[in-house]
């Protein structure tokens, strides 16, 4: 059985952040591999009106090279509406049926699941890994692994916002990545 763990988001733009989280569930559950899977139209989040879904995407491929055990599923770009999560499990477990899946939250998301779109379906096709964010509570009835990863409070609305600041935003995120926000114009650079 592969053991895959799945890290969604908006990656508006995908950071350090992102990528710390998905090594430390890699390393510590033993994972074979992490798929970062960009949403088309999240239920409880918007995304920034400028970024196109290309960019989001190329963004997310910049970020990722060099890592074998990081790939994209683009599974979610690929159909239109919003983006339930049940969905897209129903969708990979059967694409997969060799695959066990891990899906990775924060904190924030851990509160929110009660409101999850079909969560007593969702959690008898994957298993939940949360990892602690600051100021959230991570206390759930829903069963989840969870995985300490070390605090590196940033944000792509942060980021967003920086940029948008002419701030620096260097160690914040892949250098390749600041080149193409700033080769592309987007954030209002």
């Known amino acids: 059985m592969t053991k895959v763990g799945i890290l969604g988001g908006t990656f ?3 950071h ?3 990528l710390l989280i998905a090594n430390e569930v890699l390393s510590k559950l033993n994972l074979d591999e992490v798929w970062f899977m960009p949403n088309q139209e999240p239920p409880h989040k918007q995304k920034s009106e400028s970024v196109e879904n290309i960019d989001r995407l190329q963004m997310l491929e ?6 074998s055990s ?3 599923e683009k599974n979610e770009l690929e159909r239109s509406g919003p983006s339930f999560t049940v969905d897209t499990m129903k969708i990979l477990n059967e694409r997969y ?3 066990q899946f891990y899906f990775i939250i924060g904190a924030d998301m851990i509160e929110y699941l009660p409101k999850w779109h079909k969560i ?4 008898k096709l994957v298993r939940f890994v949360g990892v602690e964010r600051p100021e959230y509570s991570i206390k759930t009835d829903y069963p989840i692994i969870y995985v300490d990863v070390p605090a590196f409070d940033v944000s792509s609305s942060m980021i ?14 892949p250098d390749p990545v600041i080149d193409f926000i700033r080769e592309n114009h987007l954030y209002g650079t």
């Open 12 to 14: 508006d733009p995908p």
């Open 97 to 99: 049926p060799n695959h």
């Open 70 to 72: 990081f790939r994209i």
């Open 120 to 123: 007593d379906e969702l959690i």
């Open 160 to 173: 967003r916002e920086r940029v948008q600041q002419g701030m620096t935003v260097r160690y914040l995120l």
């Open 62 to 67: 910049l970020s990722i090279k060099g890592n």
């Open 16 to 18: 350090y952040g992102h």
